[in-house]
């Protein structure tokens, strides 16, 4: 079993700063990739970033404004949010492809629970 739990979300005012954070926890074997998505209320759920193999992706709505990175020690990782937009609003889910090992090796994708990010004056 694999667990994520995202925390660092908030409130915060335009222009602000905010740093998400998403660690991973149970029987993991190796971290393939991490990434967050968000969901603002009325659509869909969308991706924002992506880390593989030490290789980034961010859209294009958070292209120089959001970093992510990861803590391999600590099997984390961070969506850096700076510059902050109230169509940042969201709910942002942490995502991951973990392979597990028992006697085989599994590949799993797995998500957390969400964090809000409310962007607002």
């Known amino acids: 079993q694999v667990q994520l739990v995202e925390s660092g979300g908030g409130l915060v005012q335009p222009g602000g700063s905010l740093r998400l954070s998403c660690a991973a926890s149970g029987s993991i074997f190796s971290i393939i990739a991490m990434g967050w998505y968000r969901q603002a209320p009325g659509k869909e759920r969308e991706l924002v970033a992506t880390?593989?193999?030490?290789?980034?992706n961010n859209v294009d709505s958070v292209k120089g404004r959001f970093t992510i990175s990861r803590d391999n020690a600590k099997n984390t990782v961070y969506l850096q949010m700076n510059s902050l937009k109230p169509e940042d609003t969201a709910v942002y889910y942490c995502?991951?492809?973990?392979?597990?090992?028992?006697?085989?090796?599994?590949?799993?994708?797995?998500w957390g629970k969400g964090t809000l990010v409310t962007v607002s004056s």
């Open positions: 995502n991951a492809v973990i392979d597990t090992r028992r006697t085989d090796i599994i590949r799993g994708n797995y």
């Open positions: 880390i593989r193999g030490g290789i980034t």
